[in-house]
């Protein structure tokens, strides 16, 4: 047994390292010489460090990940669901939002330009107007619905074609 109390001593005597750990990937691989001929700011640019996480007093959590070509923020809520996330790509930021409800206001202009427009409503769309309105369509223009109703509440109601104008019904009504 004094054998195995010896090497348990030996074990004990072994001294403590004494510099602390890099604190991030980028300390660490300085202290590691490079082959000759290797950049440290080309390997450092390829290089990310994980990613960061925070959880907020709601339950959701805030992630920051870096991937080579894009950064990427998340929220999410406590059951795992990402209702924000921004990935800042090289062509630009690519946002997508989840929410119960978005509220947009502003006292002075607002505009939207992009390449395509989709909305989708599973209930009621209105629109109220102060001012006047203007639509222009460089190509077909078409509205399709179960019932149609125009009304002029004060002046009149003009359709106005270059070529033809069609009425088709079962019955026209005039005056009626």
């Not at 991030?24 to 390829?46: I, T, Y």
């Not at 950064?71 to 989840?98: H, Y």
């Amino acid at each position: 047994m004094p054998a195995q109390n010896e090497r348990l001593g030996a074990l004990n005597s072994v001294p403590a390292i004494e510099q602390p750990a890099a604190g991030n990937l980028e300390e660490l691989f300085q202290k590691v010489d490079l082959p000759d001929g290797s950049d440290w700011e080309v390997l450092a640019g390829r290089m990310r460090e994980p990613s960061r996480r925070i959880t907020l007093a709601s339950g959701r959590e805030v992630e920051l990940s870096d991937q080579l070509q894009e950064d990427l923020l998340t929220v999410s809520n406590p059951q795992g669901e990402v209702e924000l996330s921004i990935r800042f790509t090289p062509a630009g930021p690519v946002l997508n939002v989840r929410a119960a409800a978005i509220n947009l206001r502003t006292p002075g202009e607002m505009n939207i330009a992009c390449g395509r427009l989709t909305v989708q409503s599973a209930g009621d769309v209105t629109e109220e107007i102060g001012g006047e309105k203007r639509t222009r369509v460089e190509g077909k223009a078409s509205f399709e619905a179960h019932t149609i109703d125009v009304k002029s509440l004060r002046g009149n109601i003009t359709a106005k074609a270059n070529d033809d104008v069609c009425l088709l019904g079962e019955r026209i009504k005039l005056n009626s």
